[in-house]
């Protein structure tokens, strides 16, 4: 079992869908953070969330809406997505502040048509 | 602001060769932390190492070995005697003192029988 699942795997979705998705680490960190991967794009941060607080949020739109109830779980809510959101979705969570090294979920794959 | 570039997109070797996967980085701080992470075709992204600026010995890891010059501001990566399951895409990734891991665009690393 990994430290950080996430789920579902796969997901495909209609721009007028709702849909969330889940992280959840086995690691006792206390930090956690959202990624996206694109194919034509480097890793970029969406939100972070330390102590679940969010600390960080690069200007992400509102489309989508990260919640974290705990510091063991962390969803991503999404709606009214656009064709360009497809992309790879990856967990990730560490000790604290990012110097520490930041472990990852395999990632969730959303198609959005 | 800080910057990781990757400049091999992709790269292609035969079983058994060595490869040196690039990376070159700007900040101004003076203490930060480097990282190195492998992408196989499964999506999670695994930690591979993590060096901080004030540490320049070079390190190995088995086949792995990590070279960080702070004078040329690279950190690379030596894949000694490849072998097919190396590979991935790599990523380089910088952090100072926040949150913020800054990634490279990634090498994908294609490892031929």
């Known amino acids: 079992e990994t430290g950080v699942t996430q789920t579902p795997r796969h997901l495909v979705m209609g721009m007028t869908n709702k849909k969330s998705l889940k992280c959840e680490q086995h690691?006792?960190?206390?930090?956690m953070y959202w990624y996206k991967q694109s194919a034509k794009k480097p890793l970029e941060l969406m939100f972070v969330?330390?102590?679940?607080?969010?600390?960080e949020n690069n200007s992400v739109p509102s489309r989508f809406s990260p919640e974290c109830p705990n510091s063991s779980h962390l969803f991503l809510h999404l709606h009214t997505l656009q064709p360009e959101d497809s992309a790879l979705y990856l967990c990730?969570?560490?000790?604290?502040?990012?110097?520490?090294?930041?472990?990852f979920g395999a990632g969730t794959r959303l198609s959005v048509l | 602001a800080q910057k990781v570039t990757q400049a091999q997109t992709e790269i292609s070797v035969v079983e058994k060769e060595d490869v040196t996967l690039d990376c070159v980085y700007e900040?101004?701080?003076?203490?930060?932390?480097l990282f190195w992470y492998k992408q196989p075709p499964s999506g999670e992204l695994v930690f591979l190492i993590r060096?901080?600026?004030?540490?320049?010995q070079n390190e190995i890891s088995g086949r792995y070995s990590w070279n960080f010059q702070k004078s040329t501001s690279s950190f690379n990566f030596t894949i000694t005697a490849s072998q097919v399951v190396d590979s991935a895409v790599y990523f380089c990734?910088?952090?100072?003192?926040?949150?913020?891991?800054?990634f490279g665009g990634g090498t994908r690393l294609m490892v031929k029988p």
């Open positions: 990730a969570s560490s000790q604290r502040l990012a110097k520490n090294i930041q472990y």
């Open positions: 690691l006792g960190h206390n930090a």
């Open positions: 969330y330390s102590l679940e607080e969010r600390v």
């Open positions: 900040t101004r701080d003076t203490t930060y932390y």
């Open positions: 060096r901080n600026s004030f540490d320049e």
């Open positions: 990734a910088l952090n100072n003192a926040g949150n913020m891991l800054t």
